[in-house]
Each structure stands twice: as C-alpha cells, then as structure tokens.
C-alpha cells in the first residue's frame, strides 16, 4: 500500500463501508418479496409431500437445496427473513472480496483499494434487492459463479466444477455457467461431468420420484411493459411456448464460445446480458447478477472508478429514476447489446497457466 496517500485509512476501511450501505440498503429493499413461499415449499419439502413439491408448489421455481436452506432459516426470527438478509449481504462481500482478490495489483494498492470500495459500493446497493426480495437462492447460484470464476483462473478447474454444480442445484438458470468449468481445459469433461454430478445429487429424487417436477417448474412470467421483449412488440398472447429454451440456449452458446475464446472473465457478464434481454420479466432483483458480473472488468482495467459497473447499474434504471417503459426497456436493450460486444472485443485476460490471484490481502 502507498505511504501517504491522503485516502489510505479509507481504503482499508473499504469493506466496513461496503457492509454499512449494504445494510442499509437491505433495511429499505423488498419487503420479504417471495421467501415466505420458499418457507412454505421447504417445509413441504421436508414434510409428507416430499418429491413432490413442485407439483403442489408450483408458483416456486427455484433448486432443492435453497428449499432446504429456507426451511433451515424458517426456524430464525421471522420465519428466517432477517437471518436471509443478513447472508445475502455476505454473499455480496464475498463477491466483492473474491473479485479483489483475483484482480488485485502488486503495485499501487491504495488506488485499487479505492476502486473496490466504490464498485463495492454499487454492488451492495443493488444487491439488497436480492435479499429485500427473499431471493438467497439467487443470491447462492450468483455467487457460486465468481466462486468457480476465482477458482478458474486459479487454475482449480474441479473446485469450479463443485461451485456450478451446486449453483444449479440452488438454482435451475445457474447451469448457463456450465462452460466456465471447460475454462481451464476445454478438452477435459471431468469438470463439466463433476458439476452435472454434483446438481444430479439434489435434482434426481425429485426428477424420478415425480416425473411432473420439470414440467411444473416452468415459470408463468407475465410480459413486464419495460422488458425488451415488450420494446420489440412482442405480448402475453404472442410469446413463443419455446422462449425459454431458446434464451437457455442463447446463454450457453455466448458463454461456451466466450470459454473457447479464452476469455472466462466475461462469461458471467454476458450470459445473463443475455438472459436479460430475452427474459419478460424485469423484476429488479435481476440487477445484482450483471453487476457483479461487470465488477471484474472494472477491477482488471484497473480504472480510477467503476465506469463500467455504475452504467449498467444506470441502464437497469427504477421506475423512479426512468419513468418512461420504453425508455427502460431500450436502457435495458442497449446495456445487454453493449456487454455482449464488449465480452467478446475487450483485451484477453491472463488465466491460471499465467497468472495466480492473490490470496492474502
């Protein structure tokens, strides 16, 4: 760290700031949003009903091992609500710290350290939506991606492999990040194979014991007025029955040929950029992902400030700051068009063959 810089004491301090408008942030997000149907189906989970949760819930499209979790955290005050916010917000520090950590500079760490705490700064705030809105298991799957990310670029392609498993198994839209486990050795299907392992575990029961499960996961999504479907004339009556399987596909292909590209660091940013643009829904929750997936950038380029991560942040505007659905749901366009460009023409990172990130502070 440089001697003498006048905002040193900040900059050590980054993390205290980050977890402070975190918090706040989380007191005033959401309003326990859908975790109380994540209690009720964990608890059915675990109940009589077993496997066949997602047939008598099927308004909950989210993995079994976040049913799990949610019943754990119903036995916290308020049926888990305040327990699940308080580990959503860690879940965005560690985001934060992993990111700084797989991008910190041997030299000129005040300045870094400067950058992490306002692209920290931004993450946490639209973070809080996550746990405002009772979304842990988003929250988990997104964090389980930087996780395999950092391992990655370790040169740790089975640990990858574990943390993409177990996202999906949080969270069934968690397998777009598959590729990143092919990342290190894209010859080698021992990690992807691992992964698919790891998510079998909790997804069979329930597959086998009830056929219908899959079925009953597909999401009833209203069309939201400022989505980019919406902007492109498409309505709740015209939405093809095979959107979903065409924005899976979407996500995967950008994020293989991003992998084979050899360019990891983008992976996250534009599958969901992806996802984004061709989800009907625009639910602000699906902010956080594409920041932290952004933050990266910003810290590999080493900027004075997160230029990057404030725009996105900007672009998936509230209906407060951008009134106009048409002016959101271009904002939105323009935002995901922009990172999937910018993933596959920005300068190719180093990965684990060259380059270790660092692992103490």
């Not at 910190?104 to 760490?109: E, K, L, Q, S, V």
């Not at 086998?208 to 007025?225: C, F, M, N, Q």
């Not at 989505?227 to 950008?254: H, K, Y």
């Amino acid at each position: 760290m440089q001697n003498g810089h006048p905002l040193e004491r900040v900059a050590q301090w980054r993390y205290v700031v980050i977890a402070a408008v975190s918090l706040t942030a989380g007191v005033v997000s959401g309003g326990r949003g859908d975790w109380d149907q994540f209690v009720d189906a964990g608890r059915s989970m675990l109940g009589p009903i077993g496997v066949h949760v997602y047939v008598v819930h099927r308004d909950v499209q989210t993995g079994p091992l976040s049913l799990f979790i949610a019943s754990l955290l119903s036995h916290t005050p308020r049926d888990g609500f305040v327990f699940e916010t308080i580990v959503c917000a860690g879940l965005g520090l560690l985001v934060v710290r992993l990111h700084e950590l797989t991008t910190r500079p041997a030299r000129g760490r005040t300045d870094f350290e400067l950058l992490v705490l306002c692209g920290g700064v931004i993450l946490a705030y639209t973070w809080a939506k996550l746990g405002g809105y009772g979304h842990l298991d988003d929250a988990i799957t997104l964090t389980a991606a930087v996780v395999a990310l950092y391992e990655v670029r370790a040169g740790r392609p089975l640990s990858a492999a574990v943390a993409i498993g177990i996202g999906i198994a949080t969270k069934p839209w968690g397998v777009i990040f598959l590729p990143l486990t092919l990342a290190s050795r894209p010859r080698d299907l021992r990690a992807p194979l691992i992964a698919g392992a790891v998510a079998a575990i909790a997804w069979l029961p329930f597959v086998i014991g009830e056929p219908d499960s899959l079925k009953a996961l597909r999401p009833t999504v209203d069309l939201a007025p400022d989505s980019v479907l919406a902007l492109f004339g498409l309505t709740d009556n015209s939405m093809p029955e095979w959107l979903r399987i065409a924005q899976l596909i979407g996500c995967l292909t950008v994020a293989l040929i991003l992998v084979l590209r050899g360019r990891p660091e983008s992976v996250i940013a534009a599958a969901l950029a992806v996802r984004i643009a061709t989800d009907p829904a625009t639910w602000s929750y699906y902010t956080p992902g594409l920041v932290a997936g952004v933050l990266i950038w910003d810290f590999l380029d080493r900027r004075r400030f997160p230029w990057i991560t404030f725009a996105v942040a900007v672009a998936l505007a509230p209906t407060w700051l951008v009134p106009s659905e048409t002016a959101r749901g271009a904002l939105r366009f323009l935002a995901a068009l922009a990172i999937v460009v910018w993933a596959f023409v920005r300068p190719v990172e180093a990965t684990a063959q060259d380059r270790q990130p660092a692992l103490t502070a």
